[in-house]
């Protein structure tokens, strides 16, 4: 099994700085792309920022604030969020485009999620 273990989120005033941690662990072969989402109450889930391989892509909203980055050694993928609004509140998911050992598959994958909330 694999699985995404998430941390660093929490309460932040605007303005303020958190960095969120996700750790992939279980029988993986290759790591296609991780990534972040996020959702807010009433609202879908969206895209906050990826990296498929070396290229990063950004939501606009967070262009400029946000810096996702790699450990490929730790199979772990960090987001730096810097200047945070209220509107950046919202629970926080670590995705993972994984190939997966014996049965040798690729698959898509999710963290538990984790609580960021911004005051104002």
């Known amino acids: 099994q694999v699985q995404l273990a998430e941390s660093g989120g929490g309460l932040a005033q605007a303005g303020g700085s958190l960095r969120l941690s996700c750790a992939a662990s279980?029988?993986?072969?290759?790591?296609?792309?991780m990534g972040w989402y996020r959702q807010a109450p009433g609202k879908q889930r969206e895209l906050v920022a990826n990296?498929?391989?070396?290229?990063?892509n950004y939501a606009d909203s967070v262009k400029g604030r946000f810096t996702i980055s790699r450990d490929n050694a730790k199979k772990a993928v960090y987001l730096q969020m810097n200047s945070l609004k209220p509107e950046d509140t919202a629970v926080y998911y670590c995705?993972?485009?994984?190939?997966?050992?014996?049965?040798?598959?690729?698959?898509?994958?999710w963290g538990q999620g984790t609580q960021v909330t911004v005051s104002s």
């Open positions: 995705n993972a485009d994984l190939t997966v050992h014996m049965p040798r598959f690729r698959s898509n994958f």
């Open positions: 990296m498929p391989g070396t290229t990063t």
């Open positions: 279980g029988s993986i072969f290759s790591i296609n792309a």
